[in-house]
Antibody
Framework: EVQLVESGGGLVQPGGSLRLSCVVS????????MDWVRQAPGKGLEWLGRTRNRTKSYRTEYAASVGGRFTISRDDSTYSLYLQMNSLKPEDTAIYYC???????????????WGQGTPVTVSS | DIQMTQSPSSLSAFVGDKVTITCRAS??????LAWFQQKPGKAPKSLIYDVSTLHSGVPSKFSGSASGTDFILTITSLQPEDFATYYC?????????FGGGTKLEMK
C-alpha cells in the first residue's frame, strides 16, 4: 500500500524557517517524481514544486511564488522528501501536502497519491 | 502560465442527479488534464488523469471528456458521498496549475 506521511508543520514567526518532511512507503521512492502542494485556509490548491527522480538527476521545478525561498530535496536512502521553507510570510500559512507523481500515456507526470498534509501557520 | 478557469464555482444538486463541471485552459494542454475530489479537512483524492482515465478504484459514475481546450467532469447518480469540492489541474507545462474549484452541495 502506498503511503505518504508529512510532518514538521507548526507555528513559526514571519521571517522564520521551517523544514517539512514526507516519509513514503509502498513503492520504490527513487523511481518517482515527487511534488509539494499547499492549500491556504478556505482557498484552492497551489502547486509549489517538483523533484524529478534519479534517472532525471533529481532536477527540480518551482512555482514563482516560492522560488528562491523554498527548496525541495530528497533522500532516497530513507524514502524521504523535504521542503525547506525560508523567509516565511503570513501568506504561506496553509496545509502542505506531498504527492507522488505517476507518468501518463505520453510521458507527462500527474499527481497520483497524496499525503494527509501538515499545517503551517506563520504568525507573530 | 496556463490559467485553468473552472465553472461553476458552486453547484447545488439533489441525490440522484447528474452534474457537469467545466474547466477551460488558457492554451492547449493536449490531454494533460486531471481531476481531484476534496472533502472538508481531507487531502485531495485523485479521480481522473489524461482527461478521461479513471484511477484505480474510482467508480464509473465519474467520467471526463474534452473538446479543444474545454474539459468536462461528469458525475452521474449523485450520492451523499459525492458532495465535495472538485478541482481540475493541467500538467502540460510548468508551473503546474489548478482550477479554482467547484463546490458541489446537496439540495
Amino acid at each position: 500500500e502506498v503511503q505518504l506521511v508529512e510532518s514538521g508543520g507548526g507555528l513559526v514567526q514571519p521571517g522564520g524557517s521551517l523544514r517539512l518532511s514526507c516519509v513514503v512507503s509502498g513503492f520504490s521512492f527513487s523511481d518517482h517524481y515527487m511534488d509539494w502542494v499547499r492549500q491556504a485556509p478556505g482557498k484552492g490548491l497551489e502547486w509549489l514544486g517538483r523533484t524529478r527522480n534519479r534517472t532525471k538527476s533529481y532536477r527540480t521545478e518551482y512555482a514563482a511564488s516560492v522560488g528562491g525561498r523554498f527548496t525541495i530535496s530528497r533522500d532516497d536512502s530513507t524514502y524521504s522528501l523535504y521542503l525547506q521553507m525560508n523567509s516565511l510570510k503570513p501568506e504561506d500559512t496553509a496545509i502542505y501536502y506531498c504527492s507522488r507523481a505517476s507518468v501518463g500515456s505520453d510521458g507527462h507526470f500527474f499527481f497520483h497519491y497524496w499525503g494527509q498534509g501538515t499545517p503551517v501557520t506563520v504568525s507573530s | 502560465d496556463i490559467q485553468m478557469t473552472q465553472s461553476p464555482s458552486s453547484l447545488s444538486a439533489f441525490v440522484g442527479d447528474k452534474v457537469t463541471i467545466t474547466c477551460r485552459a488558457s492554451q492547449g494542454i493536449v490531454n494533460h488534464l486531471a481531476w481531484f475530489q476534496q472533502k472538508p479537512g481531507k487531502a485531495p483524492k485523485s479521480l481522473i488523469y489524461d482527461v478521461s482515465t479513471l484511477h484505480s478504484g474510482v467508480p464509473s459514475k465519474f467520467s471526463g471528456s474534452a473538446s479543444g481546450t474545454d474539459f468536462i467532469l461528469t458525475i452521474t447518480s449523485l450520492q451523499p458521498e459525492d458532495f465535495a469540492t472538485y478541482y481540475c489541474q493541467q500538467y502540460h507545462n510548468y508551473p503546474l496549475t489548478f482550477g479554482g474549484g467547484t463546490k458541489l452541495e446537496m439540495k
